[in-house]
């Protein structure tokens, strides 16, 4: 928090005699005193609705008095300069206190500073307590972070060997996360089961990666050490993997999705668990519940935009949940010297027959993976990217060059006009791009189905003509059974090039 200290020289004024001169200054500054020590008095300045308070710390250091001033409320910095001010309102106070105050004023501060000292003691003493039960409950002091520093490196390092892959830091490259193993649909069940657990190692961008890398270590502080290695290990891997079965099992039109978050949501529904229990004292469980079900709600309510897998995120949550309370009854029987070797197990296999059964259940056919497959390895050349670019710029023209076709508004005239003036120059248009496609450094499937739509641009081309000698003869019954023939093409065409 943001801090300013200075010094005043006391001039022979002997330690207890400045304690008591300073906490004259306090109360005639209208701040109130709440601690005192050997040779130190803390006070807080006044709180009003528009302003947070601060803390001003007096020490006694051989011949100077120091003062600090600090922020409390979690402020980033002093943009005002309160605690500038607040030193040098206490100078101020302080020098007009020494010079005004009375011998018996100085006894009666100094007999208020020692009830002080005493009610400080037994509030330490106290804080001391909660502190040694804390402890004990949740074995803070008793253990690292060695498994939750070591997931952070994981996934780091996976996140840099991606990006000079080329999965993309801002912008991710889907088809590099597929190839490092996303929970990918297609892929996931028709084999691939080994991606529920990868995916939770695979983040899509930094701002992904440093958000959820942040908040496995708030949750790691407290978990890692109260659960033990071995009961961490296996929630975070577990969660992170039903996670992934929820958000195959709600994205029934596919999803490629990937990153840390529903392990961790695991893990605070795990805490979240645990903090409806007495195992964790009561004054930390007040807090964290707070803190941890705000976090929780807000997650949710911003995972309901585009892009954020939200059904990861709930069945994270819930599944955590579940182990939290199957953890409590182990971690109670090991209280009680008794023990509970069996929830481990349990956890674990639960997690791999759930899995197993949805895979199974759920198991698409091979016919998809290949197609995928052959996408993914396209994607390794020069110029994949560029190629599906050209494609997407292709299907723009083409909506452009049919919709004039399905007009039933058009006259015969205003038909033939709109083919000589948008059809036959949208196709002409997707032609020379496809001929310039034709150079690129793509698979042999992408070059092959560039030949393909160029078969396509002709019977369209074709299909204009019909129409045109539609209009010009007005012999459309004769002609409608070449027209049918290419639209019959066209279909079977479609259909090839669909499966390149």
Request: proline share 3%; glycine share 6%; hydrophobic share 45%.
């Amino acid at each position: 928090m943001p801090k300013k200290e200075e010094s005043i020289a006391l001039a022979n004024i002997e330690s207890e005699t400045a304690l008591a001169i300073s906490y004259q200054a306090f109360k005639e500054l209208g701040w109130s005193v709440l601690f005192a020590g050997e040779e130190i008095l803390q006070a807080q300045t006044s709180n009003s609705w528009n302003t947070n308070p601060q803390h001003v710390v007096v020490v006694v250091s051989g011949d100077e008095l120091i003062v600090s001033s600090e922020m409390i409320k979690n402020e980033l910095a002093d943009i005002t300069g309160k605690n500038k001010k607040n030193i040098n309102a206490f100078i101020e106070a302080f020098e007009l206190a020494k010079s005004n105050i009375e011998p018996d004023v100085i006894e009666a501060n100094k007999h208020a500073i020692n009830e002080l000292r005493s009610a400080t003691k037994i509030v330490m003493e106290q804080e001391i307590k909660e502190a040694e039960e804390i402890d004990k409950a949740m074995n803070l002091s008793g253990s690292n972070m060695y498994v939750t520093y070591a997931i952070m490196a994981i996934n780091i390092i996976i996140f840099i060997l991606m990006a000079v892959n080329g999965a993309g830091i801002f912008e991710p490259n889907g088809y590099v996360h597929i190839k490092w193993g996303s929970n990918y649909t297609p892929l996931t069940l028709t084999g691939d089961w080994w991606r529920l657990i990868t995916n939770v190692f695979i983040h899509f961008g930094i701002i992904h990666i440093a958000m959820n890398m942040y908040c496995l270590y708030v949750v790691g502080v407290y978990l890692e050490p109260m659960l033990g290695k071995a009961r961490y290990i296996a929630a975070y891997l577990c969660t992170g993997v039903l996670a992934s079965v929820v958000s195959l099992w709600w994205h029934k039109e596919g999803v490629n999705s990937a990153g840390a978050s529903g392990a961790i949501f695991g893990l605070y529904g795990l805490f979240l668990a645990l903090l409806t229990t007495k195992l964790i004292p009561e004054k930390v469980r007040k807090a964290q519940l707070q803190s941890i079900g705000i976090f929780v709600v807000y997650n949710l309510v911003y995972g309901m935009k585009g892009g954020v897998d939200n059904a990861a995120h709930i069945g994270g949550l819930i599944s955590g949940f579940i182990v939290g309370y199957l953890y409590v009854i182990s971690i109670k029987k090991e209280r009680q010297e008794q023990k509970a070797a069996w929830v481990l197990p349990l956890i674990v296999i639960a997690t791999i027959a759930t899995a197993g059964v949805y895979l199974n259940d759920n198991k698409k056919p091979d016919s998809d993976r290949s197609a995928v497959l052959n996408e993914v390895r396209s994607a390794d050349y020069e110029d994949a990217e560029k190629y599906n670019e050209a494609l997407n710029a292709i299907s723009a023209i083409e909506d452009r060059a049919v919709d004039p076709l399905s007009d039933t508004t058009l006259t015969d005239p205003e038909l033939k006009n709109k083919i000589e003036t948008v059809c036959l120059p949208s196709w002409a248009q997707v032609e020379g791009k496809l001929k310039r496609m034709q150079e690129y450094k793509v698979s042999p499937g992408m070059q092959q189905k560039t030949a393909k739509l160029l078969e396509y641009v002709e019977l369209r081309k074709k299909e204009l003509d019909v129409f045109n000698r539609m209009i010009d003869t007005g012999e459309q019954q004769s002609l409608i059974p070449e027209l049918n023939k290419l639209r019959e093409q066209m279909n079977v065409l479609a259909g090839e090039i669909s499966k390149l």
